[in-house]
């Protein structure tokens, strides 16, 4: 897959939705960029996207370079709604990634911004996210603050408790 020059015109870029034929854009070669995609077929593209549509509470921005027929940036809003905070809602942001030829053009900046829009007009009280130690001062000019720690669980991991407490589903 050859990527595109930087040389397009910034008004070739599109910031909108996921659709259904951005497979054929490049999709999900761009997430690749960020981390492990494995092998997503059309068929399972196609499973998963109508999943999250149907779903209401997840929203996959894209930006396309139109001028490329390319994505070229992503990033993924998931509402969670709540009990706490009068049954309020948080926002978590996933997968922000922007391909290597378009960086260093705030292209991440708008994505960011309009997932920090969906997630006031869902009504969230808070968009939160996790990221690595040399994006915090990134997310920090858009208004996100460093609060306590993040941790992960993979179920492939040996279990490690001895717990007594059973549960009933």
Same mark, same amino acid.
């Given at each position: 897959m050859s990527h595109p020059t930087s040389t397009s015109a910034p008004d070739s870029l599109v910031l909108r939705s996921l659709k259904m034929d951005d497979y054929n854009k490049g999709f #999900? &070669? =761009?997430?690749?960029?960020?981390?492990?995609?494995?092998? %997503?077929?059309?068929?399972?593209?196609?499973? @998963? *996207? $109508?999943? #999250?549509?149907?779903? !209401? $509470?997840? *929203?996959?921005?894209? #930006? &396309?370079? %139109? /001028? &490329? $027929? @390319?994505? #070229?940036?992503? /990033?993924?809003? =998931?509402?969670? +709604? +709540? *009990?706490?905070? !009068?049954?309020? /809602?948080? !926002?978590h942001v996933e997968d922000v990634v922007v391909s290597d030829a378009y960086r260093g053009k705030n292209l991440g900046r708008r994505l960011i911004e309009d997932l920090q829009r969906i997630g006031v007009e869902q009504g969230c009280y808070k968009v939160i996210l996790d990221c690595a130690e040399h994006n915090v001062p990134f997310y920090g000019k858009m208004g996100f603050k460093r609060k306590e720690v993040q941790m992960a669980w993979y179920v492939d991991a040996p279990a490690t408790s001895s717990s007594n407490i059973h549960s009933r589903h």
């Open positions: #999900i &070669e =761009l997430l690749s960029q960020l981390t492990t995609v494995d092998e %997503v077929s059309h068929e399972m593209f196609k499973k @998963r *996207f $109508n999943e #999250i549509q149907s779903s !209401g $509470n997840t *929203f996959v921005q894209v #930006i &396309e370079d %139109v /001028a &490329e $027929n @390319r994505i #070229i940036g992503s /990033a993924t809003l =998931l509402v969670e +709604k +709540k *009990f706490v905070h !009068g049954c309020g /809602a948080v !926002g």
